[in-house]
């Protein structure tokens, strides 16, 4: 088992356009899910695993502080085992709050000495990676960060053992990050969230 909290080199744009020119890895461009929760459906990532469609859900909530980036997943089979990685990615809300790498330390902290992540992670050999990635956020005209956590399972023997294990780990997190709640309201949002069904 391992949980860890590292920083990425490499900066991107907020929105990113989709880009199919990496073979099997398929970027299918970013989705203002926040104002929009009707789009989860139509994310192609969501189609095959209903845990990403709650996890989008979830951390897109009106009442949470973050919005989604993007997610991915790759199972993987080598020599008869089976094992699963993916991310999920999401960023602050708060115009006030991006710009500094440090407004995530806490959230990690907090999700690490959590007592449901200390239990799962007792139970299962799976490496939990939270990496804080440089974005330009165009909407804001703001440089700032994201935080793409990595999940990585050991191998199984079987696929759906190995699925289960991932998908609990995705939730572990995304259900997580939803119950945030900041001391002090945002003072600039960017993105409007949600509410009883329209934007």
């Given at each position: ?142 440089s700032g960060f994201t935080c793409?956590?990595?999940?990585t399972t050991t191998q199984y ?43």
């Amino acid at each position: 088992m391992k949980l860890m909290l590292t920083i990425e080199q490499r900066s991107k744009h907020v929105p990113y356009p989709a880009d199919f020119s990496h073979g099997q890895s398929q970027n299918h461009g970013f989705r203002t899910l926040k104002s929009d929760l009707g789009a989860i459906e139509a994310i192609p990532e969501v189609g095959d695993c209903p845990t990403f469609r709650e996890a989008l859900l979830a951390i897109n909530g009106p009442d949470t502080p973050f919005f989604s980036v993007g997610c991915e997943k790759s199972l993987n089979r080598n020599k008869g085992m089976w094992s699963k990685k993916g991310y999920l990615e999401f960023a602050f809300n708060c115009a006030d709050r991006i710009g500094d790498a440090a407004s995530y330390f806490p959230i990690f902290f907090h999700f690490n000495r959590s007592k449901a992540t200390s239990e799962f992670l007792s139970r299962h050999p799976v490496q939990i990676c939270w990496e804080l990635q440089p974005a330009y956020f165009v909407k804001i005209a703001k440089s700032g960060f994201t935080c793409c956590v990595w999940i990585t399972t050991t191998q199984y023997s079987t696929a759906a053992k190995c699925e289960s294990i991932w998908n609990e780990a995705v939730l572990l997190t995304a259900l997580y990050a939803a119950a945030v709640r900041l001391r002090s309201p945002p003072i600039q949002l960017i993105y409007e969230p949600e509410f009883n069904g329209s934007s």
